[in-house]
């Protein structure tokens, strides 16, 4: 499978990308816009940046392509609409600047305190020793409105919480119990923000959100107020809040993101209460690696299908469900493509019994399990047409619930086939994806990495023979988990290192014991 990267990204990106065998790299970060439609003819995945856009004259020439990640959290670049169209998922990668967003906020919270840059300028550049001209105030005691209350915003307000000040938190989309839990209060009343000493935004860029702060909502705000925006351009009206910079209504912005990038003049940048950045939000060592480890890591998934981690496009509104959920959306398509990859007979029917709150979000985990069920099926399939394939194929699908006293929520996926029945379950332990019994073993492990399952006669010495021909393939073995039955059988999964072929899966099912022996790969 083709992948294309677009737009310059870390090394450590590129490596992984190198390690995957079946990814054929295509790096393209430094090629000509123009000349890139041509390169992405046959692309089935991409990763790109800002400086690329994915609009339909992009996604008109890769007649190949099935996912998109956008190495960032901003989608600005990408026209959703068109993308669903082709059934191409869009996914971005929204925590692993997360940090960064976080401790540049704060920078500026505190350069807005202190006047640090000018006071900097002023000793180096211009050699003046202006101590008396650098009269700060202290942020210990005065009020701190978080407009978005997610990630970041929650981060910064544990980190104002800390340096003393009072927190308000504006976010309609949240539990309340989210801001109150840290400490801080939550309002419904946006002009409870704009009476705040500090304002600053963490929202996406919306219909909503645009221009959210405007001559109107500076009126209302105190004289001396400080403004911070490190999220995206365009959430306060630019020239509205030069006018009040000008006049003293705004003591300070600190921005690190404009309406148009790149730019080197702006009326900002003439106004001595400013401190600008250049978009550096995501700029640290430690964010730009995690950042373009995501991305890597989330296209290789996707196009081998285990899941697509953080996909936008996606059949439900993510916008308006709960983290929790989309964890074990996550966690059944990854139940459903391990059995994909285990099962050889054609499917017949698919049952999805839930137990819990899960079970009110049947439709929607009937739907990602059946991606996963699907992808060694048939090709293309996506959120957006998985149960028409499954009608197509005459696999029946059906969703029930269930009893289980043993998990607060609980997904099993059972899958019919030719030559006999398929089981899986799962559900979250810690907040972490678990299966928890695999065709009718209790057993507990994490959906990841390469596996082994091996069933066998429960007799003693079989453990070790399993170890000794593994290790005759310098196979080395990560896990090892196993299961029994009363029926004197045992099933192991032995998650391993290195890749697993098909003479090495042979000589484990020739062992005496076998009875059975299955390989999956997420």
């Known amino acids: 499978m083709k992948v294309v990267v677009c737009d310059p990204i870390h090394p450590a990106g590129f490596e992984i990308l190198k390690k995957a065998k079946d990814i054929e790299?295509?790096?393209?970060?430094?090629?000509?816009?123009?000349?890139?439609?041509k390169v992405i003819e046959d692309a089935d995945g991409v990763i790109t940046r800002s400086p690329t856009p994915v609009d339909e004259k992009f996604l008109s020439h890769a007649k190949k392509l099935k996912a998109v990640v956008r190495a960032g959290v901003g989608v600005d670049n990408v026209d959703m609409e068109a993308a669903s169209k082709r059934g191409v998922i869009i996914m971005n990668v929204p925590t692993a600047n997360t940090l960064a967003a976080v401790e540049l906020t704060m920078a500026?919270?505190?350069?807005?305190?202190?006047?640090?840059?000018?006071?900097?300028?002023?000793?180096?550049?211009?050699?003046?020793?202006?101590r008396e001209k650098w009269l700060g105030i202290e942020l210990a005691g005065k009020k701190l409105g978080i407009i978005g209350f997610g990630n970041i915003g929650s981060r910064v307000g544990i980190r104002a919480k800390a340096l003393e000040m009072d927190v308000i938190a504006y976010d309609p989309y949240i539990d309340p119990s989210k801001a109150t839990d840290l400490g801080c209060k939550y309002t419904t009343d946006f002009d409870e923000i704009l009476k705040c000493d500090f304002i600053t935004v963490h929202t996406p860029k919306t219909k909503e959100t645009i221009n959210m702060i405007t001559k109107k909502e500076i009126e209302k705000m105190k004289d001396g107020v400080v403004l911070i925006n490190c999220?995206?351009?365009?959430?306060?009206n630019e020239e509205d809040v030069a006018e009040a910079l000008k006049s003293g209504k705004?003591?300070?912005?600190?921005?690190?993101?404009?309406?148009?990038?790149?730019?080197?003049?702006?009326?900002f940048f003439e106004l001595e209460n400013t401190s600008v950045t250049p978009h550096i939000g995501a700029n640290t060592k430690e964010s730009q690696e995690r950042i373009a480890v995501q991305a890597?890591?989330?296209?290789?998934?996707?196009?081998?299908?285990?899941?697509?981690?953080?996909?936008?496009?996606?059949?439900?509104?993510?916008?308006?469900?709960?983290?929790?959920?989309?964890?074990?959306?996550?966690?059944?398509?990854?139940?459903?493509?391990?059995?994909?990859?285990?099962?050889?007979?054609s499917i017949k029917k698919v049952k999805i019994n839930l137990s819990g709150d899960i079970s009110k979000e049947n439709k929607s985990v009937l739907t990602f399990a059946l991606v996963g069920l699907l992808q060694n099926i048939t090709e293309n399939v996506n959120y957006v047409n998985a149960e028409f394939i499954a009608t197509e194929k005459g696999i029946v699908s059906e969703t029930k619930e269930i009893k289980n006293d043993t998990y607060k929520n609980f997904v099993n996926i059972k899958v019919i086939t030719d030559d006999g029945e398929y089981s899986i379950s799962g559900t979250m332990l810690e907040d972490h994806p678990r299966i928890v019994e695999f065709k009718?073993?209790?057993?507990?492990?994490e959906p990841k990495g390469k596996m082994i399952f091996?069933?066998?006669?429960?007799?003693?010495?079989?453990?070790?023979?399993?170890?000794?021909?593994?290790?005759?393939?310098?196979?080395?073995?990560?896990?090892?988990?196993?299961?029994?039955?009363?029926?004197?059988?045992?099933m192991a999964v032995i998650i391993v290192d290195n890749d697993v072929n098909d003479e090495v899966l042979e000589?484990?099912?020739?062992?005496?014991?076998?009875?059975?022996?299955g390989y999956a790969e997420i």
């Open 231 to 236: 999220a995206r351009g365009g959430l306060y």
């Open 25 to 37: 790299l295509v790096d393209a970060s430094k090629t000509p816009k123009d000349e890139l439609l």
């Open 250 to 267: 705004i003591a300070w912005l600190g921005i690190d993101v404009f309406n148009k990038e790149p730019l080197t003049e702006h009326p």
């Open 440 to 445: 009718d073993f209790d057993l507990e492990f």
């Open 108 to 130: 500026h919270l505190l350069t807005a305190a202190r006047s640090f840059t000018n006071a900097v300028w002023n000793l180096k550049k211009e050699r003046e020793w202006n």
């Open 507 to 517: 000589e484990l099912g020739n062992l005496k014991a076998a009875l059975s022996v």
């Open 454 to 490: 091996f069933k066998n006669t429960d007799v003693p010495g079989v453990i070790g023979e399993v170890g000794m021909t593994l290790a005759k393939y310098n196979i080395n073995i990560a896990d090892f988990r196993l299961g029994r039955n009363k029926e004197g059988q045992a």
């Open 296 to 345: 890597a890591q989330g296209i290789i998934e996707a196009l081998r299908g285990s899941s697509y981690p953080n996909a936008l496009n996606l059949p439900i509104n993510t916008a308006n469900t709960p983290e929790w959920v989309i964890k074990y959306l996550e966690l059944s398509q990854k139940m459903g493509y391990i059995l994909s990859q285990v099962i050889n007979k």
